[in-house]
């Protein structure tokens, strides 16, 4: 999936560098879509309809196979640009002369360092990994137990099994509708601002304890981390902010660099959430959730004020 997702995202974000925030929310929309539709598909077929789960993965690969088909023949690199060589007075050369006959009359060119080095030079680069991996640590959070947090409340299972699709159908325009407006504001700040404001909501997940609040809670909370959110094919504002602040040729580069360290908190992020469920209950999940993404909020902050440091400013 990492082998699919990076390259695609990478494209998008050097073929439309003016509207590189709504284009990635566009393109990351979709995994919205994909949120709201599997998991009511594979209810429909796995208890309604009652098809082994063998072939309900085998239908899901029917699927995704001429989905992918497109993707495969459509995604096409833009062109490398190439810089233009600057010629010097003292450079030029004289009626009569030649240059490059011989290897005396060049230089040996200093060795390039490697792009990883170059990237993580780069201090604001590296506190946006770190922003952002606090961020994962609790932002899936919800995804995975907002079901289960709505089952001990007395909601029917099968019902409780649908507030998964209300957060992915909100985030999809927590992806495409912020990242319209950050391209006249700036990808960090609405990227920052979204983060503070998911924390915020986590931290009230158990005021809502009934169905009708719990359906609102889903709501504002996939709205508020669809702009953040990269796994679910990847932070739409994120990936414009990596675009931002790397050259356009190490932009591949350096979104596999932010993917590769986000997906480590991300891995550890939910086994975490369960053991905060186990001894402190949905409470303390809550507050786990909205407690990392405060911190991880606090530091893209630091990040985008190394930036700029007039807090009005465009980034």
Known sequence: MSLILTPCVAVVSRRVPHRRGLALGIAIGGSSIGGVVWPVALQQLLYTDG????????????????????????????????????????????????????????????????????????????????????????????????????????????????????????????????????????????????????????????AAYDLPGMIIWSIAYGFTSGVTDQKQAVLSLQNACVGKISKREHQGTALGMVMGCVSIAALVGTPISGQVLLHAGYLGLGIWTGATLLAGGAILTVARLRLDRRILAIH
């Open 51 to 206: 098809v082994s789960f063998g072939w309900v993965q085998r239908i899901v690969g029917f699927i995704m196979l001429p989905l992918l088909t497109v993707a495969c023949l459509t995604v096409i690199d833009a062109e490398k640009e190439l810089p233009k060589p600057t010629v010097t007075d003292s450079e030029k050369p004289s009626e009569g002369s030649v240059i490059g006959d011989s290897a005396s009359d060049t230089m040996p060119e200093e060795k390039a360092k490697h792009p990883i080095i170059i990237i993580f030079k780069n201090l604001t680069f590296v506190l946006l990994c770190l922003g952002l991996g606090f961020v994962y640590f609790g932002l899936f959070t919800p995804f995975f137990y907002i079901s289960t947090y709505a089952i001990d409340k007395g909601t029917s299972s099968s019902t409780a099994f649908y507030l998964i699709s209300a957060i992915n159908a909100a985030s999809f325009f927590g992806r495409v509708i912020p990242g319209h407006v950050a391209d006249q504001y700036g990808h960090f700040n609405m990227c920052t601002l979204s983060v503070l404001a998911s924390g915020i909501i986590g931290f009230t997940w158990t």
